[in-house]
């Protein structure tokens, strides 16, 4: 049974940074793609950033230059690191997973449980 567990959420000011992780079932070499996204309070669910193993990655405007997503083959697991935080990032943070093609909030084959971010003004 894959197994998406996301960890590292909490709540800061802005300003601040948070780093999320993800481990995982899934081996880097199970070439699935692997993608963050959140979901804040009366809101759809909306993406973050996406990667490959091989290093490409993706992000959404509202994050590129803040956040990072980046992998550990070894550890099978995932990161997202958040740098200089905004309210408006509050949201339940969650990893997906995805055999072919891009993650996508509304085409993904697994996602995790989530883990929620609150950052204060």
């Known amino acids: 049974q894959v197994q998406l567990v996301e960890s590292g959420g909490g709540s800061v000011q802005a300003g601040g940074s948070l780093r999320l992780s993800c481990t995982t079932s899934?081996?880097?070499?199970?070439?699935?793609?692997m993608a963050w996204f959140r979901q804040a309070p009366g809101k759809e669910l909306e993406f973050v950033a996406a990667m490959r193993w091989s290093g490409v990655s993706t992000y959404e405007d509202s994050v590129r230059g803040r956040f990072t997503i980046s992998g550990d083959s070894a550890k099978n697991t995932v990161y997202l690191q958040m740098n200089n935080l905004k309210p408006e990032d509050t949201a339940i943070y969650y990893c997906?997973?995805?055999?072919?093609?891009?993650?996508?909030?509304?085409?993904?084959?697994?996602r995790g449980p989530g883990t929620q971010v609150t950052v204060s003004s």
């Open positions: 997906a997973a995805k055999l072919r093609g891009i993650a996508t909030p509304k085409l993904h084959d697994y």
């Open positions: 899934l081996r880097a070499s199970d070439n699935y793609a």
